[in-house]
């Protein structure tokens, strides 16, 4: 379970860029975050693995508050909780296996993690994984051989190697094309099922979020706006959420 | 706020306004040095055919050649181990120093501000500041080549690793990795090439600038052109630059190859 409470955050004084943010989420749920540019979005995404210091507030991941983690706590909620990125953030010039290993560094110590020592045992695990991500002809590939669907793909594979409780995804598919993107999705939704995850996925395309959520939160100018099943997104919500009307934001 | 036309045509003519300053500046530093322009252009072809004469290589300036080449070798070693030496400890100040591994703003202040004056002193002033502590030997020819491919090579790193690393890092910074195996997984094997790239190019250029050094040190290939230079054997200086510039293309060659491999 995690549970949001009353996030805040300001880059600049004066200039909230959350406000009072609260939600829950439950084990097994896709959630997608949906609202204009420069909502917020991201700055949720990377509150909730403390990329990001927010200002003020409490994210509870199975009762334990990762916003008063020392260092070496905080290393510990990291490794429980994946992330996935636009630009896939792989070492480009290493092999995909070696790429979805890194996932483990979290659990290794230093010296080990610095040398890139695995057991028999992650690698085993990375190769199963690479098969569920349809990729294990590609072990040995570099990753900068590879597709941009395919990289997304290795990126799952090196959150999912963590025995993530969490998966962040900031934009998974804003690089890809229609197919990959729904290849990558659909992936997503399948493992959210499986391990029980907790997906979150800011996300753009509105169609994608209501085919693939089970959850949506709707983000405004750093307020949460929506918070329901999927099914209940209507189009008056989506006309708040996006309205660009200003003479009902001085009110 | 400013219209886009409004705004193009002010940078029309803010480029106008400054192609006149340069062309001002032009006129009256040659009517101060009272350069005159067309004899410094016509002096040119003069100077080559001079240097085609007088340092033309003689069939007499072969004997010259295994001397040569032993000091060509030495200078090349030299140039070499400076560069290596001085990678080495830029890479290790980069990562101190750079926005997204260094350790706080203070740091990376001083990182900048040392590597700023390293490269900002001429390499000349360099090997006169070292002769006075280490006299004329390889040691202060290396120590100069050293000195100035530190300035060089901090900054060029922190720039690589700034615009490269920056992302890899954050993706294993957020997968609960610690610092140490962020740098070694993450940012060493994606900035490598790079750095390689910059590795070879600063070897080219010390092989060039060792020889200066050398006529300033008494060392390598710059002290024998010094010498025959100094005793009108014009035709072993000659044979001596023809070697130089062979190497420097050898060497600009073989690490295009070696670029091309591992880009
Ligand atoms: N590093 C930063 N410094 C200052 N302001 C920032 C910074 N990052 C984000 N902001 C501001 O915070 C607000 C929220 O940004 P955020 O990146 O979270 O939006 P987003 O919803 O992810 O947008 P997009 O859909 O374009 O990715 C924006 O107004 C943005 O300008
Ligand atoms: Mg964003």
Known sequence: ?251 | MQSPTNFLKHKGWHQTAIIAIIGGIYVFASWILSFDNLAGFTAIPRAFAWLGVNFKPTSSSMEFLPKIWQKLIQTVLLAISSTVVASAISIFIALLGSKVTGINGTVQTIVRGIASFFRNIPLVAWSMILLFSFKQSDFTGFLALLLLSIGYLIRAFMEIIEDEASETMLALKATGASYFQVIFQAVLPQILPSILSWILYTIENNVRDATLVGILTGTGIGFIFDVYFKSFRYDAAGMTVLAIIIVVIALETISNQIRRVIL
Request: net charge neutral.
């Open chain 1, 1 to 251: 379970m995690l549970e949001v409470k009353n996030l805040q955050k300001s880059y600049e004084k004066d200039k909230p860029a959350l406000t009072d943010i609260s939600f829950n989420i439950k084990p097994g749920t896709f959630v997608a975050i949906i609202g204009p540019s420069g909502a917020g979005k991201t700055t949720i995404l990377r509150s909730l693995n403390q990329l990001i210091k927010d200002d003020d507030g409490q994210i509870i991941l199975d009762g334990k508050d990762i916003r008063t983690a020392n260092k070496e706590q905080l290393r510990k909620f990291r490794r429980q909780i994946g992330m996935v990125f636009q630009n896939y953030n792989l070492v480009e010039r290493l092999t995909v296996i070696e790429n979805v290993l890194h996932g483990r560094l979290g659990y290794k110590s230093t010296l080990a993690g610095v040398f890139g020592k695995y057991t028999q045992e992650e690698k085993e695990e990375a190769m199963s994984l690479l098969k569920k991500v349809g990729l294990e002809n590609f072990a040995l590939k570099r990753c900068s051989e590879l597709s941009g669907g395919q990289k997304q793909r290795v990126g799952i594979a090196r959150s999912l190697i963590q025995h993530p409780k969490v998966i962040l995804c900031d934009e998974p598919i804003a690089s890809l094309d229609p197919a990959s993107a729904q290849n990558v999705m659909e992936l997503l939704k399948r493992l959210t099922d499986e391990y029980n995850l907790i997906c979150i996925a800011n996300l753009h395309q509105i169609n994608m979020a209501k085919k693939y959520a089970d959850q949506i939160i709707g983000i405004r100018k750093g307020h949460l706006v929506f918070d329901e099943d999927a099914d209940l997104l209507s189009e008056d919500i989506l006309r708040t959420l996006y309205d660009q009307d200003i003479t009902k934001e001085l009110e």
